[in-house]
């Protein structure tokens, strides 16, 4: 093929990319790759079939081998349900994982190797069992009655039909009437009282006390909700001011405490909520991601990184002066797990990992993601146990779809195993400045063949390129051995003009600080 080509010290073909970068500051989460445990399912230190604390504690070499710089842990506290988001006691440990002393003990060695902890926070709602919700449930007059949404059933003012979530979120007690967002057993904490308010802060301090470096905030959209007060209120700017007031009181226990909140909605909408949080789990970008893996191309819209830049400018717009983190994730304990989204399908599962793991942000790895467990709802088929392949395995319930899955035991042994490409990327990723912390320009390609960014800092720039599509493509692309930093895949070519990245690889390329600049007018032509 014919090229008219373009010579800069780095020669592209055909090329577009945005005329923006993205200006990201630093926050207090150091950038890092983030790990998510469900301790029910991740490692049984005792023999009970169940994990706990002393199995993570002891299993930390693991992640540290990984390149994990924090973890976060799924809630921990007593509860009555398997995965503890209905919380009795906020004040203290679920049995079943062990005791304060062994968490203390987990924060400890996880701080002596370089880890993070950070804690799921559940402050939307409690469990029907709480102390203080059977007491206003059983006593009209109760000092607790105010504490959660309490209404006569035969107030009009209401609207009991009304629910922010599919399904009925106000539920029949005797003549009264009490909101739970997600269900009858979770009723929602009156986020309007002060009392309430007072006491969240209180507990946050609580385990900050206690060593932990961030909290994870559940359902952070749901504390004023619809159908939920008989009142007209903004609800996006009464949920701000409650989380200003409550991570305040936090942050003055805690000067960098790290706050990532859920806020299950898109990227538009997410947005607000920097103002008070250092990060916000990007749902938008993960069903992206997957979708352009899935399709093979590169269909969304002004393309992946294009889109991308556009949250970030939104992003950055409501976080100001203070910086922010996207939390960035395939899928997590409420999804589909990846891989079976993927149909097990481990050349595009690794492709999904080279995307996100080279993005701004914080990445997040939902625990066995690394080595292609699958799982489809119901959500205890989401969250079996973690395939060690050794006597950490925990056997709470029935795996009934990773049976034939490599183990990590075996996995670490086999060099092509998708545990070891995470790890390599990982590796990679962190021995980076650029990649770890560095700004972004998005590359937008004249075809939906591959997608591309540039991560930069003022001493050192990547330019990434991804080949989504089924066949080996051909770049327009001048370049040697020592500019490689990294690829996938072992097929490609170096011409002297151009670079063969094969089909479903990812390749890594030093180009100079100087000159990134210059790649905003450029065009890279795709054979």
Not at 13 to 28: F, K, P, Q, W, Y
Request: hydrophobic share 35%; glycine share 6%.
């Amino acid at each position: 093929m014919k090229k008219n080509i373009l010579l800069l010290m780095i020669i592209f073909l055909l090329v577009g990319c945005s005329n923006s970068t993205d200006e990201r500051a630093e926050v207090s989460s150091d950038n890092g790759v983030f790990y998510e445990i469900f301790v029910r399912s991740f490692a049984d230190s005792d023999g009970d079939g169940i994990g706990d604390f002393n199995g993570i504690t002891e299993n930390l070499d693991y992640l540290v081998d990984l390149g994990v710089k924090g973890i976060w842990l799924l809630p921990i506290y007593p509860s009555p349900s398997y995965h503890g988001y209905d919380v009795t006691d906020y004040y203290n440990v679920n049995s079943e994982y062990g005791t304060l002393d062994d968490f203390k003990k987990l924060v400890s060695e996880a701080h002596n190797k370089g880890i993070k902890v950070v804690l799921d926070m559940v402050l939307n709602h409690a469990s029907s069992e709480h102390p203080w919700f059977i007491d206003s449930k059983e006593n009209i007059d109760s000092d607790y009655t105010d504490y959660f949404i309490w209404a006569d059933a035969n107030d009009s003012s209401y609207d009991f039909s009304a629910s922010p979530i599919d399904g009925k979120a106000w539920s029949k007690y005797e003549n009264r009437m009490y909101f739970g967002a997600f269900w009858s057993g979770m009723p929602d904490w009156n986020a309007s009282n002060n009392k309430v308010r007072e006491e969240f802060i209180n507990i946050g301090q609580y385990w900050i006390d206690l060593g932990v470096d961030g909290f994870r905030l559940d359902a952070a959209k749901y504390l004023y909700a619809q159908g939920e007060y008989n009142t007209d209120l903004n609800l996006l700017q009464e949920n701000l001011d409650f989380w200003k007031e409550i991570t305040d009181g936090w942050r003055d226990a805690k000067d960098d405490l790290y706050i990532v909140a859920e806020v299950w909605s898109g990227s538009s909408s997410v947005a607000p909520y920097y103002s008070n949080f250092d990060a916000n789990f990007n749902f938008d970008l993960a069903d992206a991601i997957v979708s352009v893996v899935r399709r093979e191309r590169d269909l969304s819209g002004f393309g992946l990184m294009k889109n991308l830049t556009r949250m970030h400018e939104s992003f950055e717009k409501y976080a100001g002066d203070r910086g922010y983190s996207d939390a960035i994730f395939l899928t997590n304990h409420d999804q589909d797990r990846v891989m079976s989204v993927l149909n097990n399908d481990m050349d595009l599962m690794k492709l999904a990992a080279d995307i996100y793991l080279m993005l701004p942000g914080n990445p997040y790895i939902y625990y066995g993601e690394e080595i292609g467990m699958l799982g489809r709802k119901p959500d205890e088929d989401i969250r079996f146990p973690l395939k060690w392949g050794n006597d950490y395995e925990t056997e709470w319930c029935k795996d009934t779809l990773n049976m034939d899955l490599d183990s990590i035991e075996v996995q670490l042994e086999d060099k092509d195993s998708l545990l070891n490409h995470y790890k390599s990327l990982i590796a990679v990723r962190n021995s980076s400045d650029a990649l770890s912390s560095g700004e972004m320009v998005a590359l937008s390609m004249s075809k939906s063949l591959l997608i591309g960014q540039i991560r930069y800092t003022e001493t050192e720039a990547v330019f990434i390129l991804h080949n989504i599509s089924e066949r080996d493509c051909e770049v327009g692309f001048s370049t040697d051995d020592e500019n490689l930093i990294y690829s996938t895949k072992t097929g490609y070519t170096l011409k002297s003009d151009s670079v063969i990245i094969p089909s479903k690889g990812t390749m890594l390329f030093s180009i100079p600080v100087e000159e990134v600049s210059l790649y905003e007018e450029l065009e890279i032509e795709i054979g």
